[in-house]
């Protein structure tokens, strides 16, 4: 069992993996609205530049506070 990911004062709620992964930039609309830009889609095409939230599996998740691809080991 792993440890849950600690959010960060960046992260979207409700956004899963996606708002604690080294990968994510938060981009803000003119309108103030917030989406979740995965940078790792620019290295392998298979991972969608916006993904579809929230994230709770993902093999090029990189984070500070835990190793694990699965936050529902």
Not at 8 to 22: F, R
Request: some cysteine.
């Amino acid at each position: 069992m792993t440890a849950p990911v600690k959010p960060t004062p960046e992260t979207l709620p409700g956004s899963g993996l996606c708002g604690a992964c080294k990968h994510r930039r938060i981009i803000t609309s003119a309108k103030g609205s917030k989406f979740l830009m995965c940078k790792y889609h620019s290295v392998d095409a298979r991972y969608s530049k916006y993904p579809a939230l929230p994230m709770w599996q993902c093999a090029a998740f990189e984070g500070e506070s835990t190793n694990s691809t699965n936050l529902h080991e």
